[in-house]
């Protein structure tokens, strides 16, 4: 392991957030006219997309959102569950967003060199393994301000060099959800300056 990598493992550094039962999310229409990913036979909705098999298969159809609650939160007037509905939304963006880099690693294999892409699969595998044992912490995770951002950058970048560096921000990302979710992991990563952000 070179200066600039670092050894992340959950050990004493983080513990699951209070109110994390390790239930999946709620289900349930997806407000504000998101497309929600259609979850596979077995797995919760809001779920990941796999990144086994045809994963730009099974989108559905946009809920409609709630008239009263959009009422609501427009008056700063919310009701119980209206803010819900919101996180809801932004959640089912994240894994539309996920799905589609998904879908262009795998519609364009050579958008990056293979260990780029071979990174990237061992650090989506992380994430899986997360959100299977503690599905709540992975959804936190992606909830994440600066993950939105990095998915925008990424499904943008060019290939090659500019959509490999983005493509390495997943790293950090798997690990904080592996950090989150408690389960025994190691993993190297890149600590430019010798600092290393975990959303």
Do not use: I
Not at 13 to 35: I, K, N, Q, Y
Not at 119 to 129: D, G, I, K, Q, S
């Amino acid at each position: 392991m070179t200066p600039d990598d670092t050894h992340a493992h959950p050990a004493g550094e983080r513990s699951p957030r209070p109110g994390e039962d390790g239930a999946g999310p709620p289900a349930g229409a997806t407000p504000l006219g998101v497309v929600p990913v259609a979850p596979r036979p077995g797995e919760a909705p809001g779920a990941l997309p796999r990144s086994g098999g045809p994963v730009a298969a099974g989108v559905s159809e946009p809920g409609r959102p709630d008239a009263g609650a959009l009422g609501r939160l427009a008056c700063t007037r919310s009701a119980p569950g209206d803010v819900a509905l919101l996180l809801d939304g932004a959640h089912s963006r994240r894994l539309v967003l996920l799905k589609s880099l998904l879908t262009r690693l795998e519609r364009r294999p050579d958008a990056v060199p293979a260990d780029v892409r071979e990174r990237f699969e061992a650090h989506w595998r992380l994430l899986e393994r997360a959100e299977a044992q503690h599905p709540r912490a992975v959804r936190d995770t992606l909830g994440y301000p600066s993950v939105g951002t990095w998915l925008t950058r990424a499904l943008t970048a060019p290939d090659g060099d500019a959509l490999a560096r983005c493509l390495g921000h997943l790293g950090p990302l798997a690990a904080a959800a592996a950090l989150r979710a408690g389960g025994p992991f190691a993993l190297d990563l890149p600590a430019p300056a010798g600092r290393l952000v975990l959303p």
